[in-house]
């Protein structure tokens, strides 16, 4: 028994796959959902979203948004979701870096530095998850 | 008659607008597909968050949150038009305004307008209409960041209580010969009630339904505004498409019909001098 998983963002579908259970990052903690899970409406906090499939594990860096489950099918609705593989580190790290400047420049609009935050707050997350996925490589379950 | 050098010096400005013409009918072709595959691409999202307000609202009610209330029908309007900022794109800007004014003339009451696109904000100015904000460029590639302080503006006046209802006007993207000027209704929210099998009450709601709806309901109007500024995107390209390949066509015709008018001057010419050598040389 498998489950269907998609992430969707506004601007486009990031992943739709069967997948054995997945481990997603709720507003209110880290929520696992396996295949015949009861039917879920969630709030989505910001983190690393785990796939587990067959012996391989796949992340995505998620921010904000919902989660529906029904019995087969997971669908999280992200604003902003990037598979790990996707990310470039060296990009996250210069992002990380220039919102820090933004921030300590002491931007005076509030609309900028709630950007920069929350530009921040991406890039930081963006790197830990693709460190992390640096650090232990695709991982396999013998 | 135009003289032989007159007409020869239209042809090469008629050949030089068939060029432009033509190469702009080239770029707006490749702007097209990538319109219409953003258009494509963000459409499950939309339709996901349809089936998930459907959910909530299975459980909750207009009681439980403004944006999901029913219109007071004798408030005021508000209605955002979606045009483009460049021109050269046909008679999409117009038919877009012309839909709204009769829009507004067939439903009277108070209106005010945000307009997208600075075509549509200078055809309403010129109508008289009150224009609360206007955005400008949101480029080839709009993103839903974009749209985000549109959508904030929106909820903002519809929770003040300035409007009762918010509606967008926009050209829906039919197909490449077809843009059909399109209302649909932002503000309150109507939900479907389409829940897919499952009851929405069924439903296990984390934290709990109203934490959800609020979450849910800024980003529904955010999403509706993205999807109408991605049709209106594609098509303006595809109406500049044909505008153009209209106008290269009219080119061609017209380099044809002067190139005939320069050949007959050209032998009348040489007519006119043979004969003028000839009867010269009789006269000797």
Redesign the interface.
Same mark, same amino acid.
């Given at each position: 028994m498998t489950l269907h998983l998609e992430v969707v963002t506004p601007e486009r579908l990031v992943y739709s796959d069967d997948v054995d259970g997945v481990q997603v990052p709720g507003s209110d903690g880290e929520l696992g959902i396996l295949p015949h899970h009861a039917p879920l409406v969630a709030t989505l906090g910001s983190g690393e979203l785990r796939i587990k499939k067959g012996n391989s594990e796949e992340s995505i860096a998620v921010i904000g948004g919902f989660l529906q489950v029904r019995p087969d099918k997971v669908v999280v609705m992200a604003e902003s979701a990037n598979l790990a593989a996707e990310i470039d580190l060296e990009r996250a790290q210069q992002a990380r870096r220039n919102a820090e400047k933004a921030i300590e420049g002491g931007l005076s609009g509030v609309p900028d530095l709630s950007a920069a935050r929350a530009e921040l707050q991406r890039a930081l997350l963006h790197i830990r998850v693709a460190e992390r996925r640096h650090r232990e490589g695709p991982r396999s379950h013998g | 008659m135009a003289s032989q050098r007159d007409i020869r010096r239209r042809i090469g400005a008629v050949k030089n607008i068939r060029q432009i013409t033509r190469a702009m009918q080239f770029v707006a072709a490749s702007k097209l597909k990538r319109a219409q595959d953003?258009t494509l691409?963000?459409r499950?999202?939309?339709e996901? /968050?349809d %089936?998930?307000l459907a959910?909530?609202a299975a459980v909750l009610g207009g009681e439980d949150h403004p944006l999901l209330a029913t219109a007071d029908p004798a408030g005021k309007r508000l209605v955002v038009l979606i045009t483009t900022d460049r021109p050269l794109a046909g008679p999409l800007t117009s038919n877009a305004v012309r839909f709204t004014l009769r829009e507004i003339v067939d439903h009277p009451g108070s209106v005010t307008m945000v307009t997208v696109g600075r075509k549509g904000r200078d055809a309403i100015r010129r109508a008289g209409i009150p224009i609360e904000a206007h955005f400008a460029g949101f480029g080839d590639r709009p993103?839903?960041a974009d749209i985000v302080p549109l959508a904030r503006l929106v909820t903002d006046d519809y929770l003040s209580g300035t409007y009762a209802r918010i509606d967008v006007v926009y050209p829906h993207f039919v197909s490449t010969l077809t843009q059909q000027p399109t209302l649909g209704q932002i503000l309150p929210i109507v939900a479907s009630t389409d829940t897919?099998g499952?009851p929405g009450n =069924?439903?296990?709601? %984390?934290?709990d339904p109203s934490?959800?709806l609020e =979450? /849910?309901l800024p980003?529904y109007v955010?999403?509706r505004l993205?999807q109408a500024v991605l049709e209106a995107k594609a098509s303006e390209e595809s109406s500049r498409m044909v505008a153009m390949k209209n106008a290269t066509e009219n080119a061609e015709e017209l380099i044809e019909d002067l190139t005939l008018s320069y050949n007959k001057v050209r032998q009348a010419n040489i007519t006119r001098e043979m004969i003028e050598i000839a009867s010269g040389a009789q006269a000797r």
């Open positions: - | 953003a691409a963000a499950p999202y939309s996901m /968050l %089936e998930v959910d909530v993103t839903f897919k499952i =069924q439903f296990i709601f %984390e934290p934490a959800v =979450q /849910l980003r955010a999403t993205f």
